[in-house]
């Protein structure tokens, strides 16, 4: 069974440093996409970044570029968001996702829609 459980939110002032956890099991990262999302009070869930190992592809939107860094710790079996120079945009609930890698193209994983398997999601929250 696949499980995804995110840690590390909180409240942080603007221009502070976050890292979000996401413990995985029930899988294996080569075989899958991980993915980032996020939703903020009254707007629709948007892709922040993903990462497959198979072919080492990262990719992050646009608002988080050169500020969030996603990794994936095999030994572990978990992955990271460090979110750094964080704004007030940011305050969100911060979800991580997957999705075998063979089933979906590169090019549609930043679509929630794509995604099977989610964690219960992480509020981070950033003061001005």
């Known amino acids: 069974e696949v499980q995804l459980v995110e840690s590390g939110g909180g409240l942080v002032q603007a221009g502070g440093s976050l890292r979000l956890s996401c413990a995985t099991s029930g899988f294996s990262f080569d075989d899958y996409a991980i993915g980032w999302f996020r939703q903020a009070p009254g707007k629709e869930r948007e892709g922040v970044s993903y990462?497959?190992?198979?072919?080492?592809?990262?990719l992050y939107s646009d608002s988080v570029k050169g500020r969030f860094s996603i990794s994936i710790d095999k030994a572990k079996n978990t992955v990271y968001l460090q979110m750094n120079s964080l704004k007030p945009e940011d305050t969100a609930i911060y979800y991580c996702?997957?999705?075998?890698?063979?089933?979906?193209?590169?090019?549609?994983?930043?679509?929630?829609?794509?995604?099977?398997?989610w964690g219960q999601g992480a509020q981070v929250t950033v003061s001005s």
């Open positions: 990462k497959t190992s198979v072919d080492d592809t990262t």
């Open positions: 996702a997957a999705v075998p890698t063979y089933i979906v193209a590169h090019s549609l994983l930043f679509l929630e829609s794509v995604y099977d398997y």
